[in-house]
C-alpha cells in the first residue's frame, strides 16, 4: 500500500495539470471559433469565384491561360513543390502526424509513379508552422529553409504572399506541378488530411473546395440558360484566377488552423478527463491507505491492551 501523502502528492500534480489542460482546451475554443468566423466572411464570395470558373472550365470556350496548361512530359524530371499546413505547436492529438504522413506518403507515390514511366522526379517542401517543418527535415525530406509562414492567425494578406510566391515560380516554369496540403474539418471529429493540385488549375481541384452538395458543374448551361460573359469568357477567367488563388492559399491556412485548435481542443478535453478519472482513482487509494493506516493502528491498540492485561 503506498504512503498516503505520496498519494496527496500525485493527488496535487494530476490537478495541476487537469487545471492547465482545461484552460488551454478554452483558449483553443476561442481560437477555433475566430478563426471560424474569418472564414465563414470570405467563404461566400470565394466560393462563386471558384464556382464561376467551374462554369466557364465546364462550357464551351478557349481559355488561354498558363495556369491551367499542364506539361505533357515523355522523359525528363517533372518538378514539383509541395505547400504543407501543420501546427506550431504539439499536444493536438493525431493532427501534426497525419499531416506529415500524407505529405510522404504522396511524394513517394509520384516518384514511383514517375519512375514506372521514365521520369524522375524533383520536389520542394514549403512548410507552415514547426512541427511538420522538423519532422520532416528530420526523415530526410527537401524541406525550403527560407521558407518560413507561422499558421497562426492567419490573414487574406499572408496568403497574397505565399500565392505570389507560388504563380511567379509557376510562371517562370520552376515547378511543373505545386499541390496544397493541408487538413480539411467536416465536424470536430471529422477531420483530415486532404491533397489539392492548385496549379495548374483543373475541376477536380476546384470541386475539391465547394460543397459536396453543390451540384455538377455547368447547371446554368444544361437547364438551357445562356451564360453571356463581357468581354468574353477567357478574360473573365484570367480576372477571377488571382482572386481564386489567393482565396485558396487563404482557405487552406485557415482550415489548417481552425482544425489544429478543434485537434487541440478535443485532445486537451480528453486529457481533463482522464485527469479526472486520475483523481478519482487516486481519492479511492488515499481512503484505502487511510484507512489501513486506522485499522492497523487499532490492532496495535486492541494488542497492547491485550497483552498488559495477560501480565
Given amino acids: 500500500m503506498q504512503n498516503p501523502n505520496e498519494i496527496k502528492k500525485r493527488i496535487k500534480s494530476v490537478d495541476d495539470i487537469g487545471q492547465m489542460t482545461r484552460a488551454m482546451q ?11 468566423a474569418l472564414h465563414d466572411t470570405v467563404y461566400p464570395f470565394f466560393s462563386l469565384c471558384a464556382e464561376s470558373m467551374l462554369e466557364i472550365l465546364h462550357g464551351d470556350y478557349t481559355i488561354d491561360n498558363p495556369y491551367c496548361n499542364l506539361v505533357q512530359k515523355k522523359e525528363g524530371t517533372w518538378k514539383i513543390a ?15 502526424n497525419e499531416v506529415v504522413k500524407s505529405t510522404e506518403d504522396h511524394i513517394r507515390s509520384k516518384i514511383l509513379d514517375n519512375t514506372g514511366k521514365g521520369l524522375s522526379t524533383d520536389y520542394t517542401l514549403y512548410v507552415f508552422g514547426n512541427i511538420a517543418r522538423e519532422k520532416l527535415k528530420k526523415d530526410g525530406y527537401n524541406v525550403d529553409p527560407e521558407f518560413s509562414y507561422l499558421i497562426s492567425e492567419p490573414t487574406f494578406f499572408q496568403a497574397s504572399e505565399v500565392s505570389s510566391i507560388i ?23 471529422n477531420m483530415k488530411p486532404i491533397i489539392i493540385r492548385l496549379v495548374p488549375i483543373n475541376k477536380k481541384s476546384i470541386m475539391a473546395v465547394l460543397p459536396e452538395n453543390i451540384g455538377d458543374p455547368g447547371v446554368a448551361l444544361e437547364q438551357g440558360s445562356e451564360m453571356e460573359y463581357s468581354p468574353d469568357a477567357s ?16 482557405g487552406a491556412m485557415v482550415e ?6 478543434t485537434a487541440r481542443m478535443t485532445a486537451m478535453d480528453n486529457a481533463s478527463k482522464n485527469a479526472d478519472e486520475m483523481i478519482k482513482k487516486l481519492e479511492l487509494m488515499s481512503n484505502r491507505a487511510r484507512q489501513s493506516k486506522i485499522t492497523n493502528e487499532l490492532t496495535e491498540i486492541i494488542n497492547g491492551a491485550e497483552q498488559a492485561n495477560n501480565i
Fill in 235 to 250: 478574360t473573365v477567367f484570367n480576372f477571377l484566377i488571382d482572386t481564386y488563388l489567393n482565396a485558396m492559399v487563404y
Fill in 167 to 189: 504563380k511567379e515560380k509557376f510562371l517562370i516554369n520552376h515547378y511543373d506541378l505545386v499541390y496544397l496540403i493541408y487538413t480539411k474539418m467536416k465536424s470536430a471529429i
Fill in 82 to 96: 509541395y505547400f504543407v499546413l501543420s501546427g506550431e505547436q504539439g499536444l493536438a492529438g493525431v493532427y501534426n
Fill in 256 to 261: 489548417a488552423y481552425s482544425s489544429e485548435q
Fill in 26 to 36: 478554452l483558449v483553443s475554443a476561442s481560437k477555433m471559433r475566430r478563426s471560424r
